[in-house]
């Protein structure tokens, strides 16, 4: 069994930045690739980064590529989301899924395919 706890969401303005944690418990995950997703009020969950478990490989979705980094510590078991040039429409629940394919070599881009995830952590950006 995996828990994952995501962290360091809030309330933002525009252009802001926030960090995102997401710190796992009863299982290393550090063989495995994780992912990061949202959900907005009203739509379905969508894709947003994922780093494979060696942490060489990051995939994003267009719409935040060069403004969110992902990354890992393996030691620390904990996967990070920086989030900066933060818009409204990144107001969003924001997951932490773990794809527990033994060192896969595939970044997956659809929740279907990750098969834990976390309560989520609100962000929430003010214009």
């Known amino acids: 069994q995996v828990q994952l706890v995501e962290s360091g969401g809030g309330l933002v303005q525009a252009g802001g930045s926030l960090r995102l944690s997401c710190a796992a418990s009863g299982r290393t995950l550090s063989d495995y690739a994780m992912g990061w997703f949202r959900q907005a009020p009203g739509k379905e969950r969508e894709f947003v980064a994922a780093?494979?478990?060696?942490?060489?490989?990051?995939s994003y979705v267009d719409s935040v590529k060069g403004r969110f980094t992902i990354s890992r510590d393996n030691a620390k078991n904990t996967v990070y989301q920086e989030k900066n040039s933060l818009k409204s429409e990144d107001t969003a629940v924001y997951y932490c899924?773990?794809?527990?394919?033994?060192?896969?070599?595939?970044?997956?881009?659809?929740?279907?395919?990750?098969?834990?995830w976390g309560q989520g952590t609100q962000v929430t950006v003010s214009s």
């Open positions: 780093i494979s478990w060696s942490g060489l490989r990051t």
């Open positions: 899924e773990a794809d527990l394919n033994y060192r896969s070599l595939e970044l997956k881009l659809s929740q279907d395919e990750y098969d834990y």
